[in-house]
T-cell receptor
Framework: SAVISQKPSRDICQRGTSLTIQCQVD?????MFWYRQQPGQSLTLIAT?????????ESGFVIDKFPISRPNLTFSTLTVSNMSPEDSSIYLC???????????FGPGTRLLVL | AQSVTQLGSHVSVSEGALVLLRCNYS??????LFWYVQYPNQGLQLLLK??????LVKGINGFEAEFKKSETSFHLTKPSAHMSDAAEYFC???????????FGRGTSLIVHP
């Protein structure tokens, strides 16, 4: 398994600003993911952030809006840039530990954009 | 391609009653199937998973699910609901080696006293 922490746990931001969300894992993992969960919705994969390579974005998500860093095997950041109220959501960090088949999730960052 | 359908966005049961949350999947290869639970203001927690072998899978908190290939289903059950089971439940499917699952829209379980 893996224990994942995220910072901040929640934030209220003004439109036009940016927020960087941090994800810390208690063990080294190659595969890390960022998801968005809009109110009352399921999870939508934003990007896969494997260490040693550029993040791979899913359709509808672009690097300019959601830049991701993955400096090492235990840490990643997701930035939500130039925010609008439509970005209000829960952002979840997730990993699949090396050699395992199960995905583990962080507690999420609850973002409200005014 | 893979997909998941969770029947019923809300399921309401009385405390002590049977819990049944339905999940049907579509997959072009033998699937890996998962159930996750999300308590209010928390992230997702793995309840149970099926990859290979025994089709009846037992998870945490008294939940279990049965993989039925002929019905392409992976329904989640618990014999007796507890108030603490009230949460959002997500079914997910992945196609073996891809490992990145597709999630259903979720079912909100409401437990009445």
């Amino acid at each position: 398994s893996a224990v994942i922490s995220q910072k901040p746990s929640r934030d209220i931001c003004q439109r036009g600003t940016s927020l960087t969300i941090q994800c810390q894992v208690d063990s080294q993992v190659t595969m890390m993911f960022w998801y968005r969960q809009q109110p009352g919705q399921s999870l939508t994969l934003i990007a896969t952030a494997n260490q040693g390579s550029e993040a791979t974005y899913e359709s509808g998500f672009v690097i300019d809006k959601f830049p991701i860093s993955r400096p090492n095997l235990t840490f990643s950041t997701l930035t939500v840039s130039n925010m609008s109220p439509e970005d209000s959501s829960i952002y979840l960090c997730s990993v699949i530990p090396d050699g395992q088949e199960t995905q583990y999730f962080g507690p999420g960052t609850r973002l409200l954009v005014l | 391609a893979q997909s998941v359908t969770q029947l019923g966005s809300h399921v309401s049961v009385s405390e002590g009653a049977l819990v049944l949350l339905r999940c049907n999947y579509s997959s072009s290869v033998p699937p890996y199937l998962f159930w996750y639970v999300q308590y209010p203001n928390q992230g997702l927690q793995l309840l149970l998973k099926y990859t290979t072998g025994a089709t009846l899978v037992k998870g945490i908190n008294g939940f279990e699910a049965e993989f039925k290939k002929s019905e392409t289903s992976f329904h989640l059950t618990k014999p007796s609901a507890h108030m603490s089971d009230a949460a959002e439940y997500f079914c997910a499917v992945s196609e073996g080696g891809s490992y990145i699952p597709t999630f259903g829209r979720g079912t909100s379980l409401i437990v009445h006293p």
